[in-house]
């Protein structure tokens, strides 16, 4: 690979509007480069989803791209971890302060940073050009336009476009269990459940229909507000489920397939009932209290994927893009702020140098993917398999 031309502003094309495409954009803008991130969705991507554990990474990231963090409410604190019995009874409780947060408040606070001006939306990849006479690269859509730069980031999750087209043999594989999960508004939490509020609270149980492990904590409500009465309790429910099971599940009320992802509101009135039927079978009283008040759950699969490389030509992929750590390690958006904050590290070491910037950035990264990987998986089928 050639040398960037010197006293070139450099730029670079991101797929993918979410958080790991905010990450790296507003992390390349604070090293002097030029940034459009190209999001597929026509609409802007925050809602109020689920809840996420604040690393220090994120909070980095956040600081260097101008946010006033000092002075945010950035999540809600928890004061303890309980672990709950099916009867009620506590196994171990103990101190364990930390913050959570919400992939929203995340969202919107990046989203804010980058602007809308090189935000654009409604853009589906179909084609990528790696022009190396030319010493760049051209990320093609299916609207028919196009964008050229010095490097494309391939920031576009777990479904990545662009690992399917220069990675192809790469591909997210089932790992035999779903999370469940839900919000339910602090005013609305009911008395049996109001002990949960405030801490971070596990249940785990095992019979012959397999494994369960539910965790529960506050995380910012509508609006991202952090006050007391106004956030949500966010629980994830772990549930094992062959492949029919879950291709049942991911089937949608108007009888779509979904996939890998059922959205709040979807969801089957036959499986609600079955939830709250397993809730009561699998539960300890006050999570299956919450469980039974949230109005509309949703679920996810939980899926496994690996890289061996991150960079080809001048093309990397970064987050979810190359790796998915299953989310028992508690640092899949941390994974992608880690991978942001060194790639503009490497590029402003070496900023004549494309090429020698990849090959310094990319092996913690790979790294970082495969240690988070490993321990996420031996962590969930223990958990759910008892392996």
């Known amino acids: 690979m050639s040398t960037i031309s010197l006293n070139k502003t450099k730029r670079a094309i991101i797929i993918g509007g979410s958080l ?11 090293v002097g480069w030029d940034v459009d991130i190209y999001e597929r969705s026509q609409h802007d991507l925050d809602a109020r989803g689920g809840g996420i554990v604040l690393q220090p990474d994120v909070v980095e990231v956040m600081r260097r791209s ?81 964008a050229t730069g010095d490097l494309l980031i391939g920031a576009d999750g777990n479904g990545s476009t662009v690992r399917q087209l220069l990675w192809p043999e790469a591909e997210p594989t089932y790992a035999g269990y779903l999370a469940w999960r839900g919000l339910v508004p602090e005013k609305e939490v009911p008395e049996a459940a109001k002990g949960l509020v405030g801490n971070f609270d596990f249940a785990n149980s095992h019979t012959e229909d397999g494994g369960s492990h539910i965790l529960g904590y506050l995380v910012p409500g509508e ?34 397939a979904r996939g890998f992802s059922i959205p709040e509101g979807k969801l089957r009135n036959t499986w609600i009932a079955r939830l709250l039927q397993d809730a009561d079978e699998f539960l300890p009283p006050n999570f299956h209290a919450m469980v039974k008040a949230t109005e509309r759950p949703f679920g996810q699969a939980i899926r496994d ?13 970064l987050g979810d ?15 992608a702020a880690f991978n942001a904050l060194v790639l503009a590290e490497a590029l402003q070491e070496f900023p004549d140098d494309l090429s020698a910037a990849l090959q310094a ?20 089928n223990h958990l759910l398999f008892r392996r």
């Open 223 to 256: 609006g991202n507000d952090t006050r007391p009465g106004h956030r949500f309790y966010n629980w994830v429910w772990y549930r094992t489920a062959d492949d029919g099971t879950l291709a049942d599940i991911m089937t949608d009320k108007d009888g779509r």
């Open 305 to 317: 994927l690996t890289v061996d490389t991150m960079v080809k030509g001048r093309v990397i992929l």
């Open 20 to 30: 790991g495409g905010l990450f790296a954009g507003n992390m390349l803008r604070t």
């Open 321 to 335: 893009a190359a790796f998915v750590p299953r989310p028992h390690t508690a640092a899949g958006t941390a994974k």
């Open 361 to 380: 950035w990319e092996p913690r990264q790979l790294m970082l993917g495969q240690q988070l990987y490993h321990q996420g998986t031996r962590a969930g």
């Open 66 to 146: 101008g946010v006033a963090v000092q002075h945010m409410d950035l999540g809600v604190p928890s004061r303890l971890r309980t672990r709950w019995r099916k009867d009620g009874s506590v196994v171990h409780q103990g101190p364990a302060p930390q913050t959570q947060t919400s992939w929203s408040l995340i969202y919107s606070t990046m989203r804010g940073a980058f602007g809308r001006e090189h935000y654009h939306q409604g853009k589906t990849l179909v084609e990528i050009k790696d022009n190396a006479e030319i010493e760049q690269v051209t990320a093609i859509f299916e609207d028919g336009t196009s």
